[in-house]
């Protein structure tokens, strides 16, 4: 488990963390974001499979996209109301950033559904840590924040993503489309209920500072 001697912020989001005996989900406080930038600097996407397009592009270099990254993650932060938030979350791994992965709720007071979005440093793929930061991101989901369901989406061609999600007990939910490069590509959707994620919760994953998170993101906690 990284570090976590810093004054808390007087933001409760930024606050937030998960920790699996892997990794730790912190919230992406300025600090994190400055010394994840040499990570997103290697990012840029050279070959298939294509990513999505992202205000964060993925197929540009030079200092333009670092900082359209930065504006991108600085908006979501600040657009966090009860109808629509995304937290944003630095992955350290052995006290390093290396990722991010984000949660986010539309409606969540009505529906209850979450959607996530993660990228990880490329020396690092295929030693299980998206399985892991998925993992995390559904204890917060499921037993931080009382999330009915959990979605995501992948290109049909990103094995390793859609691998992740049928690893972790996500179900086919159909297909969509989204653009990538300029261009379309189709997507497969996964869902999870929480009936399902309850049927493989693991003990072993420890959450921070959730509480004093919900009344920002318009939650009322369960009796």
Not at 66 to 77: D, I, M, N, Q, T
């Amino acid at each position: 488990m990284p570090s976590t001697a810093s004054s808390p912020s007087a933001y409760p989001p930024l606050n937030v963390q998960v920790h699996t005996p892997r990794l730790s989900l912190l919230g992406a406080t300025d600090e994190l974001l400055t010394r994840l930038l040499p990570t997103v600097r290697k990012g840029v996407a050279t070959e298939p499979p294509w990513p999505f397009d992202d205000p964060m592009s993925l197929y540009q270099e030079g200092p333009e996209r670092e900082w359209a990254w930065l504006r991108a993650v600085w908006s979501g932060r600040g657009r966090v109301t009860a109808g629509f938030w995304r937290l944003y979350f630095v992955v350290v791994v052995d006290d390093e950033p290396v990722g991010m992965q984000d949660l986010i709720g539309t409606d969540f007071a009505a529906f209850g559904t979450v959607d996530s979005f993660s990228w990880l440093s490329p020396g690092l793929r295929g030693r299980g840590l998206g399985r892991e930061m998925r993992q995390a991101v559904l204890h917060l989901a499921f037993d931080g924040l009382g999330a009915r369901e959990a979605n995501s989406d992948a290109f049909v061609d990103n094995h390793a993503s859609n691998r992740v999600s049928e690893a972790v007990g996500y179900l086919p939910n159909g297909v969509t489309w989204a653009t990538r490069r300029g261009e379309s590509a189709e997507l497969n959707r996964w869902r999870i209920t929480r009936d399902q994620w309850s049927k493989r919760r693991r003990d072993d994953i420890e959450l921070v500072a959730v509480a004093e998170c919900l009344p920002v993101l318009g939650i009322v906690p369960s009796p």
